[in-house]
């Protein structure tokens, strides 16, 4: 059986070494609350809400809900997404509006083509040759 949110949500924060009250402290709210945060399911806690208690367990919200990211490997992304949400609305509206073009270009172009120089260090893709 999935745990629920409010499962996740304790033994992340036992992880992290965190009391209810410290918790509390974090999120500028009563222990109560975050009682009652320990009882909820997932679709019962806001969206923001979940945002900020991801932030001060510094997890993705999809950990908190059961999501499973599509490969749990991926950390640059999650290591993305995280520096997105502790930045400006503005200045994160703009960095996502300078990167949607890269991301639908790499959606239209072929696997094997790269739109992208190598990085540094790596040597460029030859061409194979008979």
């Not at 919200?61 to 949400?85: K, Q």
Request: no cysteine.
């Amino acid at each position: 059986m999935q745990q629920t949110f409010g499962e996740r949500l304790r033994m992340l924060r036992k992880r992290r070494g965190l009391t209810q009250n410290d918790l509390a402290r974090e999120l500028g709210v009563t222990v109560q609350t975050v009682v009652r945060y320990e009882s909820l399911r997932a679709e019962e806690i806001r969206p923001d809400r979940l945002r900020q208690i991801a932030a001060v367990l510094d997890v993705d919200p999809a950990v908190l809900t059961g999501e499973e990211p599509e490969d749990s490997g991926e950390e640059d992304i999650l290591l993305l997404a995280r520096g997105l949400r502790s930045m400006d609305p503005e200045q994160r509206r703009r960095l996502i509006g300078m990167m949607m073009p890269l991301v639908r270009q790499f959606q239209e172009a072929p696997a094997e083509e790269s739109a992208l120089p190598p990085e540094a260090g790596e040597a460029p893709a030859s061409e194979d040759r008979p």
